[in-house]
């Protein structure tokens, strides 16, 4: 997609999903995501981050319930920051937040909400390989009902502890469907599908290409094909709202 396309995002939004979700193919040409995918892995060592099933590279500052010391982007992803601003879902706001998550074949992450911390909108640059995002009724809004880790690192995690009756709601129960996200795409995800539903990405190697994915007229897949996982690169840009100017204490 040229840098000076006007992109009109009703073209794009995503109808047999809640609101709202939309799908933008080839957001960024090859060439940008061979560029993007260098200056993640030419990024120092120790800005990578080793999680339990992942690892990730934290951007523009460490969000935190009391604000965020912001540092400054990399003109690598704050190229992005703007472009994604232009699209107005952050109203006059620029992203200020960037998570870089690689995942290898067969990792994932379990079903949750991005949280409090951020203004009500995700944007997701997939770079490499296909993934699969899947989305999942909340049992209950009622933050009694749901634990946390508070790891704002780890995208939020959030697992659902409630009961119907005797018999526990299985996370099957409660899918609504996917979005198969392919390389160089663009996936917003705000309005209700960002605060009142799961999303995550399964543990596996390779996909099949079916119905339940709602973005599948916008994509060069074919239903019922299967499709092997490689290492993705995802960019997940957001805006952190409150962002502060001094350093805070975060405990003893």
Partial sequence: MAADDVIDLNTFILEKLPPTIYYIPEFITEEEEKALWKSVYDAPKPKWTRLLNRRLQNWGGLPHPKGMIAEKMPQWLGTYCDKIALLGVFQDKTPNHVL????????????????????????????????????????????????????????????????????????????????????????????????????????????????????????????????????????????????LKTKIKLGR
């Fill in 100 to 243: 870089v998550n690689e995942y290898l074949p067969g990792q994932g992450i379990m079903p949750h909400t991005d949280g409090p911390l951020y203004y009500p909108v995700v944007s997701n640059i997939t770079l490499g390989s296909h993934s699969v995002l899947d989305f999942y009724h909340s049992i209950s809004s009622d933050a009694d009902n749901i634990s946390s880790t508070g790891d704002t690192m780890a995208e939020g995690h959030q697992v659902e502890k409630k009961e119907d009756g005797n018999r526990e709601i299985s996370l099957e129960e409660r899918y609504i469907g996917s979005v198969l996200l392919e390389p160089r795409s663009l996936v917003l995800t705000m309005n209700d599908m960002y605060e009142n539903y799961l999303h995550g990405i399964a543990d596996v190697k390779k996909d099949q290409i079916n119905e339940k994915m709602a973005n599948l007229h916008l994509t060069s897949a074919v239903q019922g094909e299967e499709k092997d996982r490689n290492t993705r690169i995802s960019l997940t840009i957001r805006f952190v709202p409150k962002v």
